[in-house]
């Protein structure tokens, strides 16, 4: 039974409620506040009443906060200068006690308590929020105007509180409540449901896309704001749980298994319409779940969708959906573009939205598609697309590029040097992406250059090629090094050819022109590589030679397994050899490389009078030609030598056509590199290293000094001692091996000039002094006396063993003699020679008679001096017939013929070019009719003629009788006999010189 005292309370409370007469103060009144309280705890079934109550004193609070908002805003309107006062400041602080009140009631009794207090809430918002509404506001907006109120702000702290005190069954109750809320003000109550969505997120994002779907089904036309906004309010923190909802409804509707299945799609195209935010998601989602069995179950389904009333009239809005996306929107654009060949809507769609974003760029407004393109993932997606084999696939990739670069500058270059490097090794279609880049984005003024693009792939190409591997493509082993230089190459044959219009003429050929330094350093790293493996090589093949020859020196005949005995030479085990063969397949791509380089060279026609370089580069140019020239000579068929070879004839013969400076370097590297670094490509002998004298400690010095042959004090001794402690030197057991003529005549070819220019042939006599002289003292032209051969004995040896060591010397002799006068130039290698040749002639046969081999080294060096010096008409007839017949004669008589006949008459005729006259056909000449050779320089081998009659009568006879005979009969001493003498003459020699020079080594 109630105590007295309840319904005494009871009785006064309705009495106070129901005169209130819109009293706030009677109404709101702390005694009345306090009795409501109380009745709610000792009367529970009276709470309607007090939930009246409360919701009355609310509205009293939420009233008068909405009537201080109104007149701040109107004094604001009226008076800028005046403070707006804050609305809090007009509320009623009486509210704040009922929520203290609730919510310790909740905390007490939840299960009672909890549902009741937040439908009751639930209701009160609503319909607030409803009545006290004046003008549409979007969530954000309403959000903030009603959180600003304390009443309002204490129900939905109350509402919070409630759902975190409630049991599974009793939320989904609560979501009821709410989402019935929804549907009763759904005008005013979305700010509601959107802060209280975050309680439920997925039951709350669940049902009002299941509601919206429902409407759609009811009217098509109908318009989903307060939907939209929710979602986007709630997907701020909640975006994965959109994401699944959505997910969820792209299976159901790709799968349909009720008549409102099939709207799905078409309802998520019209949502997607209404907002960004929600369209990203679901365009993510999307993309997500896209593959080929999707795609096939699309194709099955869309007349369902293209039944529906709504579907055309959505059609044209989605052309529009790739520009509206901050993220996957390239990627939408691309899957659509895989899809072109087979669906021609597909076609009009990329057309549409391409167009439409090029339009955007030009006019500089925004478009958030722009955002997604410079990201590093849609970047690359980009770069690979450019290289499918799909047209439209790539089209579309390299339009998005362009347009992107237009204000990005630094993609365009990233671009550029991205696809230059792929594009050969994994489609040569690729190329068509490339010349798309370099043609630019028409309607843009100030597009980037592709300078800078070519200077990026350049570096990044220098970079990978100073390593000692190369990046690779992920499926070949075709480095990027030569993917672009191949590439660039095509593409300047194609420019000079006008293959394609597109692209600005000149343009590629200028910029690689200008970007020229780059690609020298790339030439040079790589020529450098190739050369030390070059030079590894010839070391370890000499080092095998030197073996072999003391294995057969020691009758060591033992036969090794090449490839085990260059195993054991270098020392390498099986995990080693398998590197060294690696090593060897670099080696080869680098040779095609440095092959690549310089046809592009030639195709953009580097070092040519138009162009503009500088000396350094010039001369760097120079260089590397040579270089190459001697790589060249290193491949294994005929055929890729010969093709080598014209490539870099090609490149010296415009360098040196164009800059005098070009010529003399060139020819200075070709003489220089063919003596001295990459002479065993013209089968120059090089010695072994000897090791240090191993000479017991006990060894007296005597046993050491019987080691040489003879006493310290013979004639014999200067040419012939040899090593000290070790005697002679070794024969070389190169000797007549045949060094490959081929080498040597591409040598002598790219040392040929225009007959006309004798300065060439001049610097390469001179540079020949310059680099095999030892010595800048007496260089001059004169022959001196033989007694002061003494005082360059030493020099002379060394050049003799030069000449000996390196048998190219004799054919450059011989090349220089043939264009007269440059061997007059060469006069202190002559002297050398014959000096060397005369004393060891002296020195034979001094002990016993010893018959000449004829395959003697110093025969052979004999004949072909002598035969050199009559091409260069230096020993004119009958004495330049002496290489024919000085085999005849004993070791005695040479000495005399070479004292008697060569030395005096080239030390009284000094080799001088003033001892030859220019021709009418401007060649030079000496004429030997006119200024006949003295008796004293021929009758010493007139007489060892006359001794030899027998082997030698029938030269004699030519060298001496015939043109006495018909020196008389000429009526004019001309250049008949001579011609047709010193011709036959000429081409005699040059032949034997040629066969002289394959024999040596």
């Known amino acids: ?45 009276a709470r309607d009443i007090v939930f009246e109550y409360f919701s009355l004193v609310a509205e009293v609070a939420v009233q008068g906060y909405c009537v201080a908002e109104q007149q701040t805003s109107m004094t604001s309107k009226n008076s800028n200068n005046q403070t707006a006062q804050s609305p809090g400041a007009q509320e009623d602080p009486c509210f704040e006690v009922i929520q203290q009140a609730l919510e310790n009631v909740v905390n007490k009794v939840p299960g009672a308590w909890g549902v009741v207090v937040a439908s009751w809430s639930l209701d009160l918002v609503g319909n ?75 039951k709350i994002i669940s049902q009002i896309l299941q509601c919206s779907l429902k409407r759609f089904a009811d009217d098509f036309h109908c318009r989903f704001e307060s939907e939209i906004g929710i979602l986007e309010y709630l997907c701020f923190a909640h975006e994965q749980v959109l994401r699944v909802v959505v997910k969820e409804l792209l299976q159901e509707g790709f799968q349909p298994k009720k008549n409102l299945d099939t709207l ?63 993220s996957h929107g390239t990627q939408l654009l691309i899957t659509a573009s895989k899809m072109a060949d087979q669906h021609v809507w597909c076609q009009d769609f990329l057309e549409f939205s391409l167009q439409e974003l090029e339009q955007i760029v030009l006019s500089a407004r925004l478009c958030p598609l722009m955002d997604d393109l410079v990201t590093e993932n849609t970047k690359y997606m980009l770069w690979k697309s450019s290289l499918s084999t799909n047209i439209y696939e790539q089209q ?84 990027e090094a030569l993917n672009t230089f191949k590439n660039l190459n095509t593409l300047t044959k ?108 030639n195709t953009i026609e580097a070092g040519s009078k138009t162009s503009v370089i500088r000396t350094t580069e010039i001369l760097k140019l120079s260089v590397l030609s040579v270089k190459y020239f001697f790589i060249s000579l290193t491949e294994r068929t005929s055929t890729q030598r010969s093709a080598a070879v014209n490539r870099v004839y090609v490149l010296l013969q415009r360098q040196c056509r164009a800059r005098k400076a070009c010529r003399t370097a060139c020819l200075r590297e070709l003489i220089e590199g063919a003596l001295f670094y990459y002479g065993y490509l013209f089968g120059q002998f090089e010695e072994p290293l000897m090791d240090e004298l191993q000479i017991p400690e006990t060894e007296m010095v005597l046993l050491q000094n019987q080691r040489q042959s003879l006493g310290p004090n013979a004639n014999r001794t200067v040419l012939h001692a040899g090593v000290i402690g ?7 057991m190169c000797t007549g091996e045949t060094c490959p003529s081929e080498m040597q005549n591409l040598f002598i070819k790219a040392l040929d000039e225009r007959p006309l220019v004798i300065e060439a042939y001049s610097t390469i006599s001179l540079l020949l002094v310059e680099l095999v002289s030892t010595d800048v003292m007496y260089n001059g032209l004169p022959f001196p006396d033989e007694d002061f051969t003494k005082v360059t004995m030493e020099r002379d040896l060394l050049i003799r063993r030069a000449f000996i060591t390196s ?35 002296r020195a034979k046969n001094v002990n016993k008679y010893q018959l000449v081999d004829i395959n003697d080294e110093l025969m052979q060096c004999t004949k072909k001096l002598l035969r050199i010096l009559a091409i260069g008409q230096l020993l004119p007839p009958p004495l330049s017939n002496l290489h024919v017949i000085i085999h005849h004669f004993d070791p005695p008589e040479i000495a005399l013929i070479l004292k008697e006949c060569v030395w005096n008459y080239l030390k009284d005729h000094v080799p001088s070019p003033a001892l030859f006259h220019v021709d009418s056909n401007g060649l030079q000449w000496r004429n030997p009719q006119i200024n006949k050779i003295p008796p004293q320089y021929v009758d010493t081998l007139r007489n060892l003629m006359q001794k030899k009659l027998s082997k030698l009568g ?32 000429t081409a005699d020699a040059s032949n034997e010189t040629s066969k002289d020079v394959e024999m040596s080594s």
Not at 301 to 308: G, H, V
Request: proline share 3%.
């Open 128 to 202: 607030l929020s409803d009545k006290y509404t004046k003008r549409k506001m979007s969530i954000g907006v309403a959000c903030n105007y009603w959180l600003s109120c304390s009443t309002m702000r204490g129900l939905l702290t109350l509402i919070s509180i409630c759902f975190r005190k409630l049991t599974n069954l009793e939320a989904e109750s609560c979501v009821e409540t709410l989402l019935n809320a929804y549907q009763r003000y759904s005008l005013t109550f979305d700010w509601v449901v959107a802060r209280l969505g975050g309680c439920f997120p997925l």
């Open 807 to 841: 048998p190219l010397l004799w054919a450059l002799l011989g090349f220089i003699a043939s264009h007269r006068p440059a061997l007059c130039f060469s006069s202190v290698l002559l002297r050398a020679l014959c000096a060397t040749c005369l004393h060891q002639w």
């Open 954 to 985: 029938q030269h004699y006879y030519t060298m001496f009788i015939m043109p006495e005979q018909q020196s008389p009969t000429l009526p004019n001493p001309s250049l008949a006999l001579v011609s047709s003498t010193s011709t036959s003459l």
């Open 264 to 326: 799905i799609i078409p309802f998520l195209f019209v949502f997607g319409n209404y907002s960004d935010v929600l369209l990203q998601n679901m365009v993510s989602v999307f993309l997500d779940m896209y593959n080929d069995e999707l795609r096939a179950i699309i194709i099955q389904k869309s007349p369902l969708w293209l039944s529906n009333a709504t579907f055309s009239e959505i059609q044209p809005s989605l052309n529009n959906i790739a520009l509206r996306l901050k």
């Open 726 to 732: 070790r005697g002679l030197r070794p024969e070389n």
């Open 396 to 479: 579309t990739a390299v339009r998005l590029l362009l347009i992107v670069s237009s204000q990005h500058s630094n993609i365009y270059y990233q671009s550029i040097s991205e696809l230059l490097r792929k594009c050969y090794a994994l489609n040569t279609s690729g190329l068509g992406a490339v010349i798309r880049m370099f043609s630019g984005l028409s309607g843009v003024v100030e597009f980037p250059d592709i300078k800078a693009g070519l200077q990026m792939v350049l570096e990044d190409v220098l970079l990978q090629e100073q390593f000692k591997q190369a990046r690779l493509a992920n499926s070949s082993n075709i480095s």
């Open 1 to 45: 039974m109630l105590k007295q005292h309840v319904l005494v309370e009871l009785k006064h409370f309705i009495q106070a409620v129901s005169s209130h007469r819109g009293n706030a103060k009677k109404l709101t009144s702390s005694s009345l506040i306090r009795t409501s309280l109380h009745l709610l705890e000792d009367l529970p079934a």
């Open 494 to 601: 194609m420019q000079k050819k006008n293959s394609y219009t597109c692209m600005k003429q000149h343009q590629l050929m200028n910029a690689l022109n200008e970007c020229l330094p780059k690609i020298l350093q790339i030439l040079e790293v790589t020529l450098n590589k190739l050369i030390l493996r070059m030079d590894i090589d010839s070391s370890e093949r000499n080092m095998g030679r030197y073996r072999e020859q003391q294995n057969q020196a020691n009758n060591n005949t033992i036969d090794i397994d090449g490839n085990t005995s260059k195993r054991l030479r270098l020392g390498l085990n099986s995990d080693d050899w398998n590197e060294e063969e690696e090593e060897e397949a670099y080696d080869a791509r680098r040779l095609n490389l440095a092959h690549t380089i310089i046809d592009l060279l």
